[in-house]
C-alpha cells in the first residue's frame, strides 16, 4: 500500500522531502508532480523500478525514457552536449521542455532508446521538483503518468491514488496538476528540432 505525503505545492515541507527521497533510494517507485504533469520516479539505476513503471504504462521496449536532473553540470555526465545545446538548454530551463540528446556511457543502456541510443532530459519548473532533486542530488528516472488506453495524463491525486496505491510506494498530492505536454526538443542530428511542440516556447526555433 503506497504512502500518501500531502506536500505543499510552493512551499514543500523539508521533512515530507527527505522522507521521500528515502523512499526513492530504498527502492521505491513514486508518483510526484512537475511543471506538466503528474509522474512516475524511481532511482535511475533501479531496475525492478524501472520495470514496474514500465509494466504499469505498458511501455514498448523502444519508448524514449527521460532522467529529470538538478542542473546543466549533471545532465553533461549523462548527455553528450555540445556548445549550442547548452546554450540553449541554459535559456529554455527550468521549464517544460524535454531535451532528446545522445546518452554517455554513465547512462545505462536500459534507459537508452534501443536504436538511437539517445535519452530524455528535463530540468522542471516545479518546487517540489526541484526540492526532490536537491535532495536526493542524482538524476531521477521519470516518465508520464499516463494509463494503458489513455491519451491524457492523470491530473487529480484521489484518484491516482484510488488507481495505483497498491502498485507504487508513495504518492505525492500537490493538488490538481492540469497535463500540458512539454515541448520535445531534439539533437539527435546536432541541430535542435522541436520534435514536439507543448506548452514551452523556443523562439530561435519557431
Do not use: W
Amino acid at each position: 500500500m503506497a504512502q500518501y505525503f500531502q506536500i505543499h505545492p510552493d512551499n514543500p515541507q523539508p521533512r515530507l522531502i527527505r522522507r521521500s527521497v528515502e523512499i526513492i533510494r530504498q527502492g521505491g517507485v513514486i508518483v510526484y508532480p512537475t511543471d506538466s504533469s503528474y509522474a512516475f520516479g524511481c532511482q535511475m539505476d533501479n531496475k525492478s523500478g524501472l520495470d514496474r513503471i514500465r509494466q504499469i504504462r505498458q511501455l514498448e521496449e523502444d519508448h524514449h525514457f527521460t532522467l529529470v536532473c538538478r542542473d546543466l553540470s549533471q545532465i553533461s555526465t549523462f548527455a553528450k552536449i555540445n556548445n549550442e545545446a547548452f546554450r540553449l538548454i541554459k535559456s529554455l530551463t527550468p521549464g517544460p521542455y524535454t531535451f532528446i540528446l545522445k546518452a554517455t556511457r554513465e547512462t545505462p543502456r536500459r534507459l537508452q532508446h534501443a536504436k538511437r541510443k539517445t535519452i530524455g532530459i528535463r530540468l522542471p519548473d516545479n518546487p517540489i521538483t526541484l526540492a526532490l532533486m536537491a535532495e536526493l542530488n542524482e538524476p531521477l528516472f521519470s516518465s508520464t503518468l499516463i494509463l494503458p488506453g489513455e491519451e491524457d495524463a492523470m491530473s487529480d491525486p484521489e484518484d491516482i491514488r484510488d488507481r495505483l496505491e497498491k502498485e507504487v510506494d508513495l504518492i505525492i498530492d500537490a493538488g490538481i496538476v492540469p497535463y500540458t505536454p512539454t515541448t520535445i526538443v531534439g539533437f539527435m542530428e546536432d541541430t535542435p528540432e522541436i520534435v514536439r511542440q507543448g506548452s514551452g516556447v523556443v523562439p530561435s526555433l519557431q
